[in-house]
């Protein structure tokens, strides 16, 4: 079965080779662009499902292609980055990656993500369907948010989806695991940080929006 087109723009022939044999195994074409440009072009002529997409390109790095690509598209982004680059990792999740795997990984794992970042996509609310919290629109229709000021805010797919999980239960305290399996779509790993950056990213783009800290749990929209 057909699964459609996975992107892998990786500039190391023998990940590329080995994510190859897994991505095709499981249905998927796979379009291997060696690097940002290429990876850039790929997208336009054949547009895939989701993007792999490693930090550590010649020429034009994974954070300008994972820029790029969001001007463009709300397109899943599965960034692969080098082991201990805890920096790397949390700009990647702020100019816009979805998630994120480390190298060394395991192409189980790899494909674990690409399924739950796949599988979170097509779940987004597709009904026209609303929240206000204290003044602000958050609508799941047009994937954006009004501000009490009349300002439309649109956050990047992931963060909305976080968003519209926190305001759908507002109310309610939730803990990071709870967060990860319902907006990132799998179980605990302990990367708790992803939904951390997450929330830093909405709070700056929507200073006024209530959501608080839990404090040894996690996350809760105020609504009054
Ligand atoms: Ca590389």
Redesign the pocket.
């Known amino acids: 079965m057909r699964q459609g087109t996975v992107l892998l723009i990786?500039?190391?022939d023998d990940?590329a080779g080995m994510l190859r044999l897994h991505v095709e195994n499981e249905g998927f074409a796979l379009v291997h662009a060696p690097d940002g440009e290429q990876g850039l072009e790929a997208l336009r002529t054949r547009p895939p499902r989701a993007v792999l997409l490693?930090?550590?390109?010649?020429g034009m790095d994974g954070f300008a292609v994972a820029k790029a690509i969001r001007e463009a598209s709300d397109i899943p982004i599965l960034m692969?980055t080098a082991r201990d680059s805890e920096t790397d990792t949390i700009i990647g999740l702020e100019v816009g990656a979805d998630d994120y795997i480390t190298k060394p990984f395991s192409p189980r794992e790899v494909m674990a993500r690409v399924h739950a970042v796949l599988r979170r996509a097509e779940d987004r609310p597709k009904a026209p369907s609303t929240v206000t919290i204290d003044g602000h629109v958050v609508d799941a229709g047009r994937r954006q948010v009004l501000t009490p000021d009349g300002i439309v805010v649109r956050p990047t797919a992931r963060e909305f989806d976080l968003l519209w999980y926190l305001s759908d239960n507002a109310g309610l305290a939730l803990s990071r695991a709870q967060i990860l399996e319902a907006v990132w779509g799998y179980d605990y790993f302990g990367e708790t940080r992803t939904v951390d950056v997450h929330i830093r990213q909405l709070r700056k783009k929507l200073p006024e929006f209530p959501i608080a800290t839990v404090w040894g749990v996690g996350y809760r929209v105020d609504a009054s």
């Open positions: 990786e500039d190391d990940i490693d930090l550590g390109l010649p692969i």
